[in-house]
C-alpha cells in the first residue's frame, strides 16, 4: 500500500510564485512540487534551481517542472500567473487581463481531473478567487483567495513596531477588499490580551493620528514597495506558505482570507476579505467579527466596490 504524500500544483513561477517555492521549500511545507508555467524553459530552470538547494532543506521534497496534467493528483494547487501591477495603477485595474488568462488556467486545471483546493493569490485577488470558483465548479470552500493575509501582517508588523512588542503577539484584522477600500478592525485590535485602546493610555505622546498613519501605511505599501523594486513578492509568498501549512496540516487556525460570503457582515454572493478557519477541507467557517457602526458601514462600501467592479465580468463568466 503505498503512503499518501501531499501535492502542491504551483501555476505562475514569476516574482511571487518563485518566492513561494523557495519559502516552501526551506520550510519544509510539502512532499511534492510540480511547477507549471507558459514558459517552460522558466520553470525548469527554477526546479533546477530548487533542487540543488535540496541537500539544506529541513526534509526531502520531490520538485520538478510539469504541466496541468500532474494537477490531477494534486491536493492543492497555488495560483500566481497573470498580469503585474504596474507603478500607477490599482490592483482592480488588472481584472479584465486576468480574469481572460484566469479562464484558460481553470479549465486545463479540472480537465486534469483535480478535486482538491485551489489557492488563488493573483490580483485582484477577490475578483479572481470569485471568477475561480465560477470556472472550476469546486465547492466555494475549496476556493480560497489570499485576501487580506498581507494587509493584516503588514498592520500587525507596523502596530508592533509602534508599540515595539512581539509582532506576533499582536492581534489584529485588516478586513475587506485586498485594496483601496480595506479597512482595519480597531473595535478588535488587541496586544496579548490588552485592547489597542489601553495600550495608547500608556504609550508616552500617543496621538491619535498616528494609528491613522499606520493603517494609510499598510493600504499604500504595495504602492510604496513597486515604485522602489517593481513588484512586491516575499511578504505574500511567506504568507501563501503559511496557508498551505494550514490546510495540508489540517490546523484549522485563522486567516483574513477571501472567502465566499452567504449571509454573513450581511452580505452574499461576492469573495472579500474576513477571518476564517482553514483546514484540510479549505473553509471550515467564516468568523464574524463584531463591527462597529463606522467599520460595518466601511466593509459594506468595500463589498459595493468589488461588486460592481465584478458585474460585467459575470457577464463573461457566465457566457
Given at each position: ?125 477577490d475578483i479572481l478567487t470569485y471568477v475561480v470558483w465560477k470556472f472550476s465548479g469546486l465547492p466555494k470552500e475549496r476556493v480560497i483567495g489570499s485576501g487580506t493575509i498581507l494587509d493584516t501582517a503588514r498592520f500587525r508588523f507596523l502596530l508592533g513596531e509602534y508599540f515595539d512588542v512581539d509582532t506576533r503577539n499582536v492581534h489584529a484584522y485588516i478586513i475587506g477588499e485586498h485594496g483601496d477600500t480595506e479597512l482595519p478592525v480597531w473595535s478588535n485590535a488587541d496586544i496579548g490580551v490588552t485592547s489597542i ?123
Amino acid at each position: 500500500m503505498l503512503n499518501r504524500v501531499n501535492r502542491v500544483a504551483l501555476i505562475g513561477t514569476g516574482f511571487v510564485g518563485s518566492s513561494y517555492a523557495f519559502a516552501l521549500l526551506n520550510q519544509g511545507g510539502t512532499e511534492e512540487l510540480v511547477l507549471i508555467d507558459i514558459n517552460k524553459q522558466k520553470s525548469e530552470g527554477d526546479a533546477m534551481d530548487l533542487n540543488h538547494g535540496l541537500p539544506f532543506a529541513p526534509s526531502r521534497t520531490k520538485i520538478w517542472f510539469g504541466d496541468y496534467s500532474d494537477c490531477k493528483d494534486a491536493d492543492l494547487v497555488v495560483l500566481t500567473a497573470g498580469a503585474n501591477q504596474k507603478p500607477g495603477e490599482t490592483r482592480l485595474d488588472l481584472v479584465e487581463k486576468n480574469t481572460a488568462i484566469f479562464k484558460e488556467i481553470v479549465s486545463e486545471i479540472m480537465a486534469s481531473g483535480f478535486d482538491g483546493i485551489i489557492l488563488v493569490a493573483t490580483n485582484p485577488v477577490d475578483i479572481l478567487t470569485y471568477v475561480v470558483w465560477k470556472f472550476s465548479g469546486l465547492p466555494k470552500e475549496r476556493v480560497i483567495g489570499s485576501g487580506t493575509i498581507l494587509d493584516t501582517a503588514r498592520f500587525r508588523f507596523l502596530l508592533g513596531e509602534y508599540f515595539d512588542v512581539d509582532t506576533r503577539n499582536v492581534h489584529a484584522y485588516i478586513i475587506g477588499e485586498h485594496g483601496d477600500t480595506e479597512l482595519p478592525v480597531w473595535s478588535n485590535a488587541d496586544i496579548g490580551v490588552t485592547s489597542i485602546a489601553e495600550w495608547t493610555k500608556n504609550k508616552e505622546g500617543f496621538n491619535q493620528a498616528d494609528l491613522e498613519e499606520i493603517f494609510l501605511n499598510v493600504r499604500d505599501a504595495a504602492y510604496h514597495i513597486i515604485e522602489r523594486k517593481g513588484a512586491t513578492f516575499y511578504g505574500i509568498a511567506m504568507g501563501l506558505v503559511r496557508l498551505t501549512k494550514a490546510i495540508l496540516q489540517n490546523e484549522n487556525s485563522i486567516f483574513t482570507v477571501s472567502a465566499y460570503l452567504d449571509g454573513e457582515y450581511d452580505h452574499e454572493d461576492i469573495f472579500i476579505g474576513v477571518p476564517c478557519v482553514v483546514n484540510r477541507n479549505g473553509i471550515r467557517q467564516v468568523v464574524e467579527l463584531d463591527l462597529n457602526k463606522e467599520e460595518q458601514e466601511k466593509f459594506t462600501h468595500s463589498v459595493k466596490v468589488l461588486k460592481n467592479t465584478l458585474e460585467p465580468i459575470l457577464k463573461n463568466v457566465e457566457s
